[in-house]
């Protein structure tokens, strides 16, 4: 994993150099994962595109991304989506409450769809995003690491490292949000992934269920791990 220290950005990082459990390593500049990159600069952008990095996932919903949008929208050099991953979320009143919506985020059935099919049949890599980058962009970042085949633990720490980057944001928010809206815990990575191995079996069974090919899971290991 590799932070990038973007301007305007706080969590912005690369799925890359993340070891698998077989010794293989998830390749750079495939997937990044991000908090909403409204106001980065054109360095970032002619990095991106130096890189063939066009493809930027929204996955906020469709009144936040249209009212705070992110940097790319205005530049017709990349290809832009808005797939809103949690709809109907129920109010968050304790931790509980957190895991029940991860649960609903990954049976969005349609967002599912469109966010990993976008993926595999993207000509480059893809940026991903929600507002802080760290529950709905964390369940997409964790499924991915899923199929590459990396180990529990280090999805949890892909996850939870939210709470260090975000750590200057949170503090400010302390004052009027309670710590179960501002922290990430193992746990809930924990529950998510057990609840897709108890209902789906495997990861590849989950996706294909969601509407995602043979082809296109081949493809997104490609991406991942060639």
Known sequence: MQRYNWVNTFNARDLGYTQTINGNYIKPLRFIRSDCPHAVSDDVKEFLIKNNIKTIIDIRNENIANANPNAFVS???????????????????????????????????????????????????????????????????????????????????????????????????????????????????????????????????????KGISEMEIHKLKSKLLD
Do not use: W
């Open 75 to 209: 530049d017709r050099r990349f290809m832009c989506y808005n797939f809103p991953l949690s709809i109907n979320s129920k109010p968050i009143n304790s931790e509980n409450d957190i895991i029940e919506n991860y649960y609903h985020m990954i049976e969005n059935d349609i967002a599912i769809a469109n966010i990993f099919g976008t993926m595999a049949n993207s000509s480059g890599g893809v940026l991903f995003h929600c507002q802080e980058g760290k529950d709905r962009t964390g369940m997409i970042s964790g499924l991915l690491l899923l199929l590459a085949g990396v180990s529990d633990i280090d999805i949890y720490a892909d996850y939870e490292i939210s709470n260090v980057y975000l750590y200057e944001m949170i503090k400010i928010a302390k004052a009027a949000l309670p710590n179960y809206l501002l922290y990430v815990k193992p746990e809930y990575m924990e529950n998510v992934i057990t609840y897709i191995r108890e209902k789906y079996e495997t990861i590849e069974n989950y996706l294909l269920l």
